[in-house]
T-cell receptor, first 115, second 113 residues
């Protein structure tokens, strides 16, 4: 069964460094999402992406964040200058419907630790 | 704005007992509702979803949920809990033009032997 994959599973970085979190959505899916979960808190929406552009972003998704689908298979989240408060689990999800309806399929997550 | 409330932060049940986890939502139109489960250190697994039709939906692992529009609720139930059900459970609703998921704060389930 196809699944969403994410790499790395755990990333440790120093404050101020750039990180890139990678996701491979299910092929032929059309909508892509990033969510994050700070330890002990709820899962929060960051950004949705469709047709090679951002469809919607939350107030969390400031200028330090960017997303890209560089090659038609990968979907990346970049944090330019990490802060301590960026430490969280980051989940990628994809959705097969152009309308965005239907079930979102989640990856296993990347745990980002900022020191 | 859309929102989800899970009033129970932490629930403990005995193995074999029945379970009901509460979820209330706020959404103007017919909602798309979901329950996800997260085991410690793991990702999110979909238990079940409601889009339309029969208001009682069956999911994996013996879980079911009932959509009650009049109460704006989508409570998750299981008749007999197993120790392996210990995890955190999140209720979610689609919101916005891009159908981002809006999650509740979660209910942590502990199962006593």
């Amino acid at each position: 069964e196809p699944e969403v994959t994410q790499t790395p599973s755990h990333q440790v970085t120093q404050m101020g460094q750039e990180v890139i979190l990678r996701c491979v959505p299910i092929s032929n899916h059309l909508y892509f999402y990033w969510y994050r979960q700070i330890l002990g808190q709820k899962v929060e929406f960051l950004v949705s992406f469709y047709n090679n552009e951002i469809s919607e972003k939350s107030e969390i998704f400031d200028d330090q964040f960017s997303v890209e689908r560089p090659d038609g298979s990968n979907f990346t989240l970049k944090i330019r200058s990490t802060k301590l408060e960026d430490s969280a689990m980051y989940f990628c999800a994809s959705n097969p419907w152009a309308s965005g309806n239907g079930e979102q399929f989640f990856g296993p997550g990347t745990r980002l630790t900022v020191l | 704005a859309q929102s989800v409330t899970q009033p129970d932060i932490h629930i403990t049940v005995s193995e074999g007992a029945s379970l009901e986890l509460r979820c209330n939502y706020s959404y103007g139109a017919t909602p798309y509702l979901f329950w996800y489960v997260q085991s410690p250190g793991q990702g999110l697994q979909l238990l079940l979803k409601y889009f339309s039709g029969d208001t009682l939906v069956q999911g994996i692992k013996g879980f079911e949920a009932e959509f009650k529009r009049s109460q704006s609720s989508f409570n998750l139930r299981k008749p007999s809990v197993h120790w392996s059900d210990a995890a955190e459970y999140f209720c979610a609703v689609y919101g916005g033009a891009t159908n981002k998921l809006i999650f509740g704060t979660g209910t942590l389930l502990a199962v006593q032997p």
